[in-house]
Nanobody, 124 residues
Framework: QVQLVESGGGLVQAGGSLRLSCAAHGFTFSSYAMGWFRQAPGKEREFVAV????????NYSDSVKGRFTISRDNAKNAVFLQMNNLKPEDAAIYYC?????????????????WGQGTQVTVSS
């Protein structure tokens, strides 16, 4: 059974850091690009970051570039999102997702598997 389980969310002050983790089960993790998306109340789900199956290629939204870092460990079937210098506008539910297809990897529609999400709250 395919599962993506996020963890590491919580409450942090503006300027602080959090590290999100996503554990994958039930599919060939090393064959999938892994992405992070987020959704704030009343807003659409938006792309945050993606990493290729090998980890050689990464891409970030402009809003997080330079502050967030995506990484993966194929031996542990896990993907991570290091978030530094957090801002109140980063507050959202963060989802990890897996795709073996697509071209841009920035659209939610390109992803096959999704986790349930982890809440990130940033106080000002």
């Amino acid at each position: 059974q395919v599962q993506l389980v996020e963890s590491g969310g919580g409450l942090v002050q503006a300027g602080g850091s959090l590290r999100l983790s996503c554990a994958a089960h039930g599919f060939t993790f090393s064959s999938y690009a892994m992405g992070w998306f987020r959704q704030a109340p009343g807003k659409e789900r938006e792309f945050v970051a993606v990493i290729s199956w090998s980890g050689a290629t990464t891409n970030y939204s402009d809003s997080v570039k330079g502050r967030f870092t995506i990484s993966r460990d194929n031996a542990k079937n896990a993907v991570f999102l290091q978030m530094n210098n957090l801002k109140p506008e980063d507050a959202a539910i963060y989802y990890c997702a897996a795709t073996s297809k697509g071209s841009t990897w920035t659209r939610a529609s390109e992803y096959r598997y999704w986790g349930q999400g982890t809440q990130v709250t940033v106080s000002s």
